[in-house]
């Protein structure tokens, strides 16, 4: 069973701050948390990933909560090319570990 | 980046044919290799993980001998449906563990359809 836990749709407006939650209660102390987002009929395309610290990338930036158990990606300003699944993944710090992908969040960014 | 070519993109096969797909690493050398199968508006399922010069591992469920891969180079792994029927209908992706790269590389994916 997946360890994450994500809202199974939400609406933002194009050129929006687009924020998606996600609960990962039962994270463990050696585990990154990884997000994913895959458009229709791609595969999956890495967007961030962090282990406790706020992080930021030119795609997007992931606040982590101090307890772990909960992230949220924000993406700044969404616009139409991000309308996608959005997967937050929990893995262990093994390189080779297989990831575990939930239902995710379907993400519309509306004009 | 590191990148994985996945081939084809899409392919129609009659019921009883098989279809076989490529996974490349483009760019470094995948010692393992993840196989995903995706059903309309469902996640990703993992099928089998593939390892170069050695047996793959299948998930539970899953019919190695229906699922053929083999990942004979450290660049190359393939997986092959044989007898393909209709219920084979999916969405195929594989994927490369991070390695050094932090983030797993996917491929494009390939669109089978079995008719």
């Known amino acids: 069973d997946a360890k994450t836990t994500q809202p199974t749709s939400m609406d933002c407006a194009e050129g929006r701050a687009a924020n998606l939650p996600c609960n990962h209660s039962t994270i463990s102390g050696n585990e990154y948390v990884y997000w994913y987002r895959q458009i229709h009929s791609q595969g999956p395309q890495y967007i961030i990933h962090?282990?406790?610290?706020?992080e930021t990338n030119e795609m997007a930036s992931l606040i982590i909560t101090e307890d772990r158990k909960s992230s949220t990606l924000i993406l700044p300003h969404a616009t139409l090319r991000d309308t996608a699944v959005y997967y937050c993944i929990v893995r262990p710090m093994d390189s080779n570990y297989q990831l575990i992908w939930g239902a995710g969040t379907k993400l519309i960014i509306k004009p | 980046g590191a990148v994985v070519s996945q081939h084809p993109s899409w392919v129609i096969c009659k019921s009883g044919t098989s279809v076989k797909i490529e996974c490349r690493s483009l760019?470094?050398?995948?010692?393992?290799m993840f196989w995903y199968r995706q059903f309309p508006k469902q996640s990703l399922m993992l099928m089998a993980t593939s390892n170069e010069g050695s047996k793959a591992t299948y998930e539970q469920g899953v019919e190695k001998d229906k699922f053929l891969i083999n990942h004979a180079s450290l660049t190359l792994s393939t997986l092959t449906v044989t007898s393909a029927h209709p219920e084979d209908s999916s969405f195929y992706i594989c994927?490369?563990?991070?390695?050094?790269?932090?983030?797993?590389?996917f491929g494009s994916g390939t669109r089978l359809t079995v008719v």
């Open positions: 994927s490369a563990p991070p390695g050094g790269f932090q983030s797993y590389t």
């Open positions: 760019d470094f050398q995948a010692t393992t």
């Open positions: 962090g282990l406790k610290n706020n």
